[in-house]
């Protein structure tokens, strides 16, 4: 790496790539849209209940986890600083609210070239550029996150 590499840095290396600073413990409600596809979960005193269409059902403890998880190291390949107008829909979008009442929301847009423009709600003039797989990741299908009971598990050995 010559001298001049590390005197101008790329814009990504400048800024914290984390897009929130949160304890993933700390998080008692989440509410994901994908597509046309609204589902919600909510931290109860024995794990977590996914609501969706009007239907309940259990958590998987330790998936619900690692989802939680994901939101607190959600990050960015790279940023941009300019907005871009499409008539395309977002791809999804993610709300989720700590314990002492804070609240966090973002939007995935539309892929472009490989990569998902997320708006977070609070943050005027800075969009976060992810990856395909951080976007997938987080707006995760509620199904993968449902608790899969015996019939599920004998398919999968």
């Known amino acids: 790496t010559s001298d001049l ?10 800024f914290v790539r984390g897009i929130f ?3 993933e ?3 008692t409600h989440i509410e994901i849209t994908k597509g046309e596809d609204t589902y919600s979960m909510d931290r109860t005193e024995s794990g977590w209940t996914i609501h969706q269409e009007g239907e309940d059902f259990e958590g998987d403890p330790n998936r ?6 994901a ?8 940023f941009a600083f300019e907005d871009v107008a499409t008539a395309e829909a977002p791809t999804g979008s993610v709300s989720f609210t700590m314990d002492d009442g804070t609240k966090y929301a973002f939007t995935v847009g539309p892929e472009h070239d490989g990569q998902y423009r997320v ?4 943050k005027k003039g800075v ?3 992810v990856n395909a797989a951080e976007a997938d990741r987080v707006l995760a299908d509620p199904h993968s996150l449902g608790n899969a009971g015996p019939e599920v598990l ?3 050995v």
Do not use: P, S
């Open 119 to 122: 708006t977070v709600r609070g």
């Open 5 to 14: 590499d590390r005197m101008f840095l790329e814009v990504k290396d400048i």
């Open 21 to 23: 600073d949160i304890d």
């Open 71 to 78: 939101l607190a190291i959600f990050e960015a390949e790279d």
């Open 25 to 27: 413990d700390a998080i």
């Open 154 to 156: 004998d398919e999968d």
């Open 64 to 69: 619900i986890e690692d989802y939680t998880f």
């Open 127 to 129: 969009f976060f550029l």
